[in-house]
Each structure stands twice: as C-alpha cells, then as structure tokens.
C-alpha cells in the first residue's frame, strides 16, 4: 500500500507548525496574536496606533524534486485566488495585509510566482498584471477554472496583493530549525537538550490548536505562553546535574601510551606500596581518564576550577581521616607508618563505600574520576590539598 500522498499531506502540516513556531520567536511586536488555519496556513496579526496588520502566509511544502510553484501550479494559483477571495473582508478587519508564500522547494527566476513577489513600482506591478492575465489563458483543466476566477478581479485588486506578496523559497526545515535554534538564545550548558527543548515547543503548539479545532474555534495565541514554556524548559534542564563520560569514551588509553615514559609520582608511590602491576596500570588508566575528563569539563566552562579544588579538599580530609583511624588504632604515630600502614590506609581510601563525587552540579559515580583525582592529589600538580600513598620523596603532609 502506498501512503505517498498521506505521508506528504502530513509533512506539509508539520511544515506549518514550524513556520508557525518560527513566527512566535520571530516577531518583535509585543501583543501580536498568531493564528493557524485562521485567514491562511499561519497569520500574525500586529496591533498598531491606528489599527492592525495581518500577514497571512501560505506554506507549501514538497517531497519532490521539481519546482512546487510552477506557472501552471494549482497551489499557485490557488493561493491567490484564497487571498483574493478574502481580501474585501481582510480589508474591513485589518488596516493592512501582507502575503507571504513559503517553500522549501527551489522558485525559478524567470517564473511567474518570482516576477509577481519583484513587482513593487507602478509600472512593474501592471506589467506583472498583464503576464498573470496572460499566463492563465495558457492553463488548462482544474487549473483553467482556478485561474479564470483568479483573473476575473479588477486589476485594482490584483495589484493590492501583488505589491504586498513575498516569496520566501528554499527554506528547508533544517533552515527553519537552525534560525529557530538562534531565536530561543540557548544559555550555556543546554547544547545536548536543543532538539527535545525545540520538540516541547512545537508539540505544545500542536496541541494547543489541536485542543480549539476539537472546541471547533480559532487557534489564536500570543508569545508569551512559549516564551514562558521556554524558561521553564531551560530551568528544567539546567537544574539537573551534568553527567561525566564513562571512561572508555574520555580516550584515556591513548594517553596512556602517550605518556607511558612519564615518571608520574603516584606510580613510584604505589610500586613502593608493592601495589600488583595489573593494579597499577588500572591506576594509570583512571589517572589519564580523570586528567582527560578534567581538562573537558574546564575547557567547556561546565565546571569551575574552584569546584575541582573544592571536591580535592574533600578528598584530602577523607584520606587524613582514615590515617588517624589507623594511627590510633594501631597506636602509631604517623611518623613511624611502616608500608603495611600505607598499604593498608591506600587500600581503604581507594575502597569507599560509594564513589560518589560533586562538582558543581555535576553529579559522578564513576570510580576513575574519584580516583584519578586522588593520584592528581599525589602527584601534588597544581592541588592546594596534596596527598601521598608512601612517603618516599619530599616533605609530606
């Protein structure tokens, strides 16, 4: 069974929604409504001094190759004679009216849909009027009839849409999703949420209709509910806590072989503990995964360098505390820890109940990041709060 022609009916509806979306963000006038299926596909009506503008914009969207708004288009010609049809009463209501006609298929130069939109001087426009004349007597079938009611208007009225009517073309919905994508003015952090905050959007506006056709009323709205769904989105997702990467995809392994001939402190430490080498290069690999993840989330501005310091003085009191533990139990001063005492304060530091971490608001239960900043600590590169597994070198804390 083929739905061709279904799948593309309802592909053109959610054109309209999108350019109806695009409007909302759009506008710069404040108290404009916005209407859908109401004097056209979408309408903005703009409130002035002395009465109000309605732009009226038909959408038509293709699946097809070829130019949608040919000369002997039935949407072409359909879309004026809808204009024109209405146009007395759009006259009453509005002291203004504007056409638009949007596709994203691709309008040739030379056609009659792009010498109407360029008309604009007296001269141009009339001549635009006597090429529309002309080309309808050119047309045949349903398309005759259409155009024969098109052109039995008073050339008075033809010219009041035509020096009033724009083509927009080629306007994909990639375009409209990356224009609307800089209209919302994401803050920050919200990179990875763009699509389901633009979905939200779009499905509240579907519904929203949806809810007044099944009233049987007019879709009309204005910007502020979106504006104000758009703060509530971005609330949303700014408030829940960032995620680091899991250690396979921070590509610590090729930093390790990178940097395998680097005497890093915490490995001569371990190996003084006689920690196993199968658990040492474990070690390193959280090492380069915590530098790597680090080095990201502080490039990317998600984490501020005092959270680091913040969570390292955490780490650094919980390490000085399980030392006291052990020195009183065992009645030894620090001063005279054998290795076994080390052994067995690394061994519990490295073993916490939960390896639960907080930056910020980003929230981590990955063991590699946990640990890889206690052997950053060890290293002492850069850390306020240094630590050591085996006093082997240097004065320690």
Known sequence: MDNTEASASIAGFGYQFERALYRIFHSS???????????DDVEEVIPTATGTISIQEQDKLTLAAKNPLQDSSRNLWNTFKNWLDKLEQSQWNHQELLFLLVTNGSVSQGSLAHRLSTASSPESVAA????????????TGAVAEIAAKVTAFDDESLAYVITRFELIHRLESDSITEAMYTALQFPDGLDDHKKIILDSLSGHLFNAALDSWRRKQPFWTTSQPYFNLKQILFDKFLSEAWTPRKLEDTGYQALVELNRELQLPFIAQLKSLGIMERSIEKELGHYWGGYAERSRLLLKGKILPEHFDDLEEMLR????????????YAEIPFEDFSKADHKKIYLATISPESFKIELGRLKSNHRYLYLGTYHHQVNDDGTNHPVHWHPTTGEQP
């Open 29 to 39: 006038h404040q108290g404009a409504l916005f209407g859908i299926e109401t004097a």
């Open 128 to 139: 635009a009027i006597s090429h529309l004349r002309a080309q309808a007597l050119t047309m």
């Open 317 to 328: 009191d919980r390490w000085d505390n399980l030392r006291e533990v052990h020195s009183n």
